[in-house]
């Protein structure tokens, strides 16, 4: 069996809220290893991954991003977040719609996906302010059968998984992201 939990023994911090305020939550996130996301990823018949506009602040992200698509993991990049991808060759499957009309489509079960083969079973979301993909995972979380893995530096108790908060070590950040990428 596949142990899902962080263990407070490892290195990776336990799970806590970004912001603590965000209370309404019936079912939190399970704080997940890298390994364990990679795993899901390759179990996944239609992954993508949705990637937001702090690409636009980070570059590594961007590095990471275009990792993610050289896998083979479809990316939809929501409006500016498009940009460093298709100047690093990187051809995204969606790249003119926000996040929420990504969330409406994902949460339509005649969606055939951004290329007509099929909705997709697991969502992957990187690059994204905390409070605002907090809203968009509550809604697929509650109306839809997608599985949503954050891998944001920000836990997000939404989704269905996630890392646990790492805003105090971005290297650490970092390396569980490439961890990620090497496993898959």
């Known amino acids: 069996m596949m142990e899902m939990a962080v263990?407070?023994?490892e290195k990776f911090p336990t799970a806590k809220r970004f912001d603590i305020a965000d209370i309404q939550v019936s079912r939190e996130a399970t704080a997940v290893k890298p390994k364990v996301v990679a795993n899901m990823i390759k179990r996944a018949k239609r992954p993508l991954l949705v990637t937001g506009g702090q690409l636009l602040k980070d570059e590594k992200l961007v590095e990471f991003a275009v990792k993610f698509a050289e896998k083979g993991i479809p990316i939809a990049?929501?409006?500016?977040?498009?940009?460093?991808l298709i100047e690093r060759g990187i051809k995204p499957v969606s790249k003119t719609y926000t996040l929420h009309q990504i969330t409406?489509?994902?949460?339509?079960?005649e969606?055939?996906?951004?290329?007509?083969?099929?909705?997709?079973?697991?969502?992957?979301f990187l690059?994204?302010?905390?409070?605002y993909l907090s809203r968009m995972l509550s809604s697929l979380k509650?109306?839809?059968k997608i599985?949503?893995?954050a891998i944001d530096e920000f836990y997000q108790p939404?989704?269905?998984?996630?890392?646990?908060?790492?805003t105090k070590d971005r290297e650490l950040y970092y390396s569980m992201l490439q961890e990620v990428l090497d496993n898959l």
């Not at 990049?77 to 460093?84: D, H, M, Q, R, V």
């Not at 409406?104 to 079960?109: G, S």
């Not at 969606?111 to 992957?124: S, W």
Request: aromatic share 18%; no cysteine; net charge negative.
């Open 158 to 166: 939404h989704a269905k998984f996630s890392f646990t908060n790492l």
């Open 104 to 109: 409406q489509f994902l949460q339509d079960e």
């Open 127 to 131: 690059g994204f302010l905390p409070y």
């Open 147 to 149: 599985t949503t893995i």
């Open 111 to 124: 969606f055939q996906g951004f290329d007509g083969n099929g909705n997709y079973d697991t969502v992957i």
């Open 142 to 144: 509650h109306f839809s």
């Open 7 to 9: 263990a407070k023994e």
């Open 77 to 84: 990049a929501t409006a500016g977040s498009s940009k460093p």
